[in-house]
């Protein structure tokens, strides 16, 4: 058998990367959160025991939030050439949402998808030490599985991560999450006395008001 090539049919892609700000930033940004909160009863969605700010980070003035959103912006155009170089997005325009979560002790997010969107994304900016701590899943995000069927098979392969019917990622402080909208996830309880703050994010791409008058 000569020159075999695997195509990865039906892919998920997934990005991982820890951003190099720096501790003082962190400080700041976490403090942003917190008088953000203070400020604004927040939403119900999918966390439990938390707060969820309203979905306009995008628009705040704060300096921490619009560096973080600029380096979700960064991720979003990348993986987009990644995953698509054959696709020419100069025609349209990238329009996004994005809040603050913060979980207290007992504080999860229930599972669930962002639907409407290309691109989901989530930033930690305040983790618990203990969460280093391999035995325990404490604030732990879990991807699921969208192939429906694929635990079905019984296959030992599953134990891999192109069969798993799950995937976990454990968080650490400054690191950026990058994933389809359509990938179910979850969070599990924050079992630290300490909070938990994240910072996610949803991204689309739309048809220029320009593009759509001239096309007509």
């Known amino acids: 058998m000569n020159q075999i090539k695997i195509e990865h049919l039906f892919s998920t892609p997934l990005l991982v990367f820890r951003t190099s700000v720096s501790d003082e930033?962190?400080?700041?940004?976490?403090s942003d959160c917190y008088k953000w909160r203070d400020e604004s009863s927040g939403l119900q969605k999918s966390n439990q025991n938390g707060w969820h700010s309203d979905t306009?980070?995008?628009s705040r003035p704060e300096r921490t939030f619009r560096s973080v959103c600029k380096v979700f912006g960064q991720c979003v155009g990348e993986v987009?050439?990644?995953?698509?170089?054959?696709?020419?997005?100069?025609?349209y325009d990238t329009t996004g949402e994005g809040w603050v979560n913060?979980?207290?002790?007992?504080?999860?997010?229930?599972p669930h998808?962002?639907?409407?969107?290309v691109w989901s994304g989530v930033f930690y900016a305040k983790v618990p030490k203990t969460y280093t701590d391999t035995e325990s899943r404490s604030g732990v995000l879990e991807f699921l599985d969208p192939r429906t069927?694929?635990?079905?098979?019984?296959?030992?392969?599953?134990?891999?991560?192109y069969f798993s019917p799950k995937i976990l990622i454990r968080?650490?402080?400054?690191?950026f999450v990058l994933f389809p909208s359509y990938l179910r996830h979850w969070v599990y309880p924050n079992e630290e006395d300490e909070d938990r703050i994240s910072m996610a994010f949803n991204a689309r791409y739309t048809k220029p008001k320009a593009h759509a008058e001239n096309k007509s």
């Open 171 to 175: 968080p650490e402080e400054k690191m």
């Open 56 to 58: 306009t980070i995008f």
């Open 80 to 91: 987009a050439k990644a995953t698509a170089p054959n696709v020419d997005l100069s025609g």
């Open 113 to 117: 998808d962002h639907p409407g969107f």
């Open 149 to 161: 069927n694929i635990a079905a098979s019984g296959s030992v392969l599953t134990s891999t991560n």
């Open 102 to 110: 913060i979980n207290y002790k007992g504080g999860y997010n229930v």
């Open 25 to 30: 930033f962190m400080e700041e940004l976490q």
